[in-house]
């Protein structure tokens, strides 16, 4: 049974940095396409970053430049770094195994429990 775990969400001022991780196991990430999407107060879920078997990233316009996807696939592990976080940057932030990009279908894809990250002005 494949199981995502996110950690390391958080309060942080505007300008600010977090790192979010993906523990997983009964998956080996290197072979799967993993993505990190997040869901605003209020709003949708939107996907944010992608990355397949062969390491090719795909983001979001808002995000490009200032998060960065990456796998460790030794620890099956899968982060996000977040940099220049902003205000609308505040949402739970939800990894998931499957997913390949935005026009995946979320329900063939398996879903952490999320992680909270707020961005105060």
């Known amino acids: 049974q494949v199981q995502l775990k996110e950690s390391g969400g958080g309060s942080v001022q505007a300008g600010g940095s977090l790192r979010l991780s993906c523990a997983t196991s009964?998956?080996?990430?290197?072979?799967?396409?993993m993505a990190w999407f997040r869901q605003p107060p209020g709003q949708g879920r939107e996907g944010v970053a992608f990355?397949?078997?062969?390491?090719?990233?795909k983001y979001s316009d808002s995000e490009k430049g200032r998060f960065t996807i990456s796998k460790d696939n030794a620890k099956d592990t899968l982060y996000l770094q977040m940099d220049s976080l902003k205000p609308e940057d505040t949402a739970m932030y939800y990894c998931?195994?499957?997913?390949?990009?935005?026009?995946?279908?979320?329900?063939?894809?398996?879903w952490g429990q999320g992680t909270q990250v707020t961005v105060s002005s």
């Open positions: 009964g998956i080996t990430i290197r072979r799967a396409c």
């Open positions: 998931a195994a499957g997913i390949c990009d935005a026009d995946t279908d979320p329900r063939s894809g398996v």
């Open positions: 990355i397949d078997q062969t390491d090719k990233t």
